[in-house]
């Protein structure tokens, strides 16, 4: 069986700069499928709620004027342990 992990990254975005943020996430995304990611999901959260004791809102400080996003990079152990070794 394959072992694989993901990187999780949770963060707020101001709502004014989504478009941008979508542009540079494309570009994430070909520099993590270069690099051992066998696929990426982004994620926005339109309806989080904010929770009593933690929730994605309260990990960000989140703003009125944010959006919660998280992206998760799918990551090959195998193909990961190649890249990290040394070039000679």
């Known amino acids: 069986m394959p072992h694989h992990y993901a990187d999780i990254f949770i963060f707020p975005v101001p709502v004014k700069t989504l478009e941008p943020y979508r542009d540079q996430a494309e570009t994430f995304t070909?520099?993590?499928?270069d690099n051992a990611a066998l696929s990426c999901v982004e994620l926005?959260?339109?309806?989080?709620?904010?929770?009593?004791?933690?929730s994605f809102p309260?990990?960000?400080d989140l703003k009125p004027d944010e959006k919660v996003l998280s992206a998760?990079?799918?990551?090959?152990?195998?193909?990961?342990?190649t890249r990290s070794r040394p070039r000679r």
């Open 58 to 60: 309260q990990s960000v």
């Open 72 to 81: 998760w990079p799918l990551i090959s152990r195998a193909r990961s342990a």
């Open 30 to 33: 070909g520099v993590w499928r």
């Open 44 to 54: 926005e959260a339109d309806d989080a709620p904010l929770g009593k004791l933690a």
